[in-house]
């Protein structure tokens, strides 16, 4: 699974037949645009969680879809700058666990 942000909805009127006519959103992966076949009504801004291979094609509809990207999840909160932050082992970045190790 990846967490994205959608930058930007994509339209694309001409089609293959099995490609439906599902809604595409072009997404950020680190410093990469994809794009992603959005399964659950995501807008531009919202950081999402994105799945990848088969996984994508059957969150789209079925294992025959056309897909290498699916959005599958809007995420209520996501702050990329203390995950970084975690990533890199500061423990002062962690919002759930106040400074000094209580709680």
Request: hydrophobic share 45%; with cysteine; net charge neutral.
């Amino acid at each position: 699974m990846l967490i994205c942000k959608v930058l930007k909805p994509l339209v694309s009127t001409n089609r293959i037949a099995d490609f439906q006519h599902k809604h595409l959103q072009v997404v950020l992966d680190g410093s990469t645009q994809k794009v992603a076949v959005d399964a659950v009504g995501a807008i531009p801004g919202d950081w999402v969680i994105c799945v990848g291979s088969s996984a994508a094609r059957e969150a789209a509809g079925s294992k025959s879809y056309p897909s290498d990207l699916t959005i599958v999840g809007i995420i209520d909160h996501w702050d990329p700058d203390a995950a970084k932050e975690m990533a890199a082992g500061n423990p002062a970045a962690n919002p759930a666990k106040p400074p000094g190790g209580a709680g």
